[in-house]
């Protein structure tokens, strides 16, 4: 993993998609690292809102502690490449690893994370940044992505993107997760 070469991919943790899934705190807290990990190692972000005139824009949490310039993008389909401004907006980045977390599971995150490793792209997961309404979908909707995606945590990819604690951003981001 390198910081480079990735892209971050926040995929609908919003208002109410958040309250309805069985993690959601843990959900919310862990993206809210992810972002800002990224703001602080100028990973770029792009953050996706199913439909947000009903379910609500991305959580407060997380929208404060993302970079600036990060595209937020309207989406109705379920893969959010399948979006036609997603896709640009990702394929002005250059990258060829996508960190993702989001909601949900079992749906959007799979559909997108299959999309990429069918397209050439590597997939990284993280699994409790993640949710899904209940646990056994999230649980097999993990299982299954197993066959095209690596599935980590939070705390596993950000010191494999920091790589080593004479980072100069090591002490900062590990206090994150204290």
């Given at each position: 993993m390198d910081i480079g070469k990735s892209v971050l991919l926040i995929i609908d943790i919003q208002e109410?998609?958040?309250r309805s899934a069985f993690n959601n705190e843990k959900v919310e807290n862990r993206a809210?690292?992810?972002a800002k990990t990224?703001?602080?190692?100028?990973?770029?972000?792009?953050?996706?809102?199913q439909y947000p005139k009903g379910l609500g824009s991305t959580i407060e949490p997380i929208k404060n502690v993302l970079p600036e310039n990060t595209a937020v993008l309207e989406k109705t389909c379920f893969n959010a490449f399948a979006e036609?401004?997603?896709?640009?907006t990702f394929?002005?980045?250059?990258?060829?690893h996508v960190i993702i977390c989001g909601i949900?599971?079992?749906?959007?995150?799979?559909?997108?994370a299959e999309w990429l490793a069918k397209n050439g792209?590597?997939?990284t997961i993280i699994a409790d940044a993640c949710g899904s309404r209940s646990e056994y979908e999230h649980v097999l909707g993990l299982e299954n992505l197993k066959d095209f995606a690596k599935i980590k945590?939070?705390?596993?990819?950000?010191?494999?993107?920091?790589?080593?604690?004479?980072h100069p951003n090591f002490k900062e981001l590990q206090a994150l997760i204290k």
């Open positions: 109410k998609l958040i809210s690292i992810l990224a703001s602080v190692l100028g990973i770029p972000v792009i953050v996706t809102e036609k401004n997603i896709l640009e394929k002005k980045l250059k990258r060829k949900e599971t079992h749906i959007c995150v799979f559909q997108t792209y590597e997939a945590t939070t705390e596993m990819v950000l010191f494999e993107l920091l790589k080593t604690a004479k």
